[in-house]
Structures are given as structure tokens and as C-alpha cells.
Antibody, heavy 114, light 112 residues
């Protein structure tokens, strides 16, 4: 059974870069798109973007200018970088396979505060 | 973007009764080439990530009790929970994966 574990810094200052990584265990990494999402009480669930094992990406236009997705197929890992964060980027961030296994990581609370 | 609108926002149902949650998409999520609706339902409990219940609008995920069922096509979808149990208290979301940016409904808070 596929499991996804995620990690990364949980407290950032405005203008810093958010960096999170997910690792996929117990199943195939290839052949799927791997997504990043975030959740806030005000905006609900927001899809950030996705990357597949070939490095092909799709981004939410609302965040595209600040988002970089990457992957390391040798480790079955994929990563998110979100630049120039503000308080509005405070959220629980998830990685997930929305169109494949439909498994989600456990979530990481990221707080942006000076 | 495809806007997903759920109704109601909140729902209180007695144990053993039926809960019905509706989801409407601003455009069709039915892909004509394979006749599949790119619509999923998720359940989220406090402090946990969303868990998939239904995908392709009506296919139940392995391990999900058969009291959960999904129906609908095109732009109108329904999640039905029969014989409501205490552990079904959660927030439920519909989600379209027909096109990017993928989008979710605002959530329906189900209470006993």
C-alpha cells in the first residue's frame, strides 16, 4: 500500500522561500502525477500544481509565478518551493496523488510570521 | 477554473438515517472519449488529511463501507451515506480532476 511522508520547515518569515518534500513508499512512483495542495479555513482546499516522473508540470495560474516543483526519481521524492511568502501563504500544505493512488501525505502546517 | 459548489454547507443527521450531499460543477466533468466523470468525494476528519471515498463519480475506494455511494453525471453529483454511523462525522468535499487547476467544493460539515 502506497504511503506518502512529507517534511519541511514550518515557520517562515515574510519574503522567505517555503520548501517541502514528499517521499513515496510501498508503490510505484512512475506513471502518476504528484500534486501539492494547501488548505486554509478561509479558502478551503487549493491545488498548487503537479509533476510527473518525467518532470512534466502543471501549475495553478494563481501561484505559478512563485512555484517550483521538482523531483528525485532515484529516491521517489518530489518537492515544492514557494518563493516570496507572505502571511497569506500560511496554511496546511499537503502532497498527494490526486489522479493515481489518491493517497495524501499527513500535512505540514506552515506559518508565515515576522 | 471549474467552480465546485456543494450543498448544504452543514448537515445534521440522526444515527442510522441517510445523509445526502450535493455537488454542482460550473462545467461538465464528463470526458466523452471514455464516458467517465472526473469527480471524486473526500472525507476529512479533524487533524487528518482528506481521504478518498469515491472516484469516477461512483466507484467506491477499496475499504470504504458500502453505505457510502456516489451518483450523478455531467455537472450534478450526489454523495449518499446510508445508515449514518458516529464515525461518519466529518467534512466532505467534492473534487474535480477533469482539468487543471483541479478544484474542490467548499465542504459540507456533517454532524450527528
Amino acid at each position: 500500500q502506497v504511503q506518502i511522508q512529507q517534511w519541511g520547515a514550518g515557520l517562515l518569515k515574510p519574503s522567505e522561500t517555503l520548501s517541502l518534500t514528499c517521499a513515496v513508499y510501498g508503490g510505484s512512483f512512475g506513471g502518476y502525477y504528484w500534486s501539492w495542495l494547501r488548505q486554509t479555513p478561509g479558502k478551503g482546499l487549493e491545488w498548487i500544481g503537479e509533476i510527473n516522473d518525467s518532470g512534466s508540470t502543471n501549475y495553478n495560474p494563481s501561484l505559478k509565478s512563485r512555484v517550483t516543483l521538482s523531483l528525485d526519481t532515484s529516491k521517489n521524492q518530489f518537492s515544492l518551493k514557494l518563493s516570496s511568502v507572505t502571511a497569506a501563504d500560511t496554511a496546511v500544505y499537503y502532497c498527494a496523488s490526486l489522479t493515481g493512488t489518491r493517497r495524501w501525505g499527513q500535512g505540514t502546517l506552515v506559518t508565515v510570521s515576522s | 477554473d471549474i467552480v465546485m459548489t456543494q450543498s448544504p454547507d452543514s448537515l445534521a443527521v440522526s444515527l442510522g438515517e441517510r445523509a445526502t450531499i450535493n455537488c454542482k460543477s460550473s462545467q461538465s466533468v464528463l470526458y466523452s472519449s471514455n464516458n467517465e466523470n472526473y469527480l471524486a468525494w473526500y472525507q476529512q476528519k479533524p487533524g487528518q488529511p482528506p481521504k478518498v471515498l469515491i472516484y469516477w463519480a461512483s466507484t467506491r475506494e477499496s475499504g470504504v463501507p458500502d453505505r457510502f455511494s456516489g451518483s450523478g453525471s455531467g455537472t450534478d453529483f450526489t454523495l449518499t451515506i446510508n445508515n449514518l454511523q458516529a464515525e461518519d462525522v466529518a467534512v466532505y468535499y467534492c473534487h474535480q480532476y477533469y482539468t487543471t487547476p483541479y478544484t474542490f467544493g467548499q465542504g459540507t460539515n456533517l454532524e450527528i
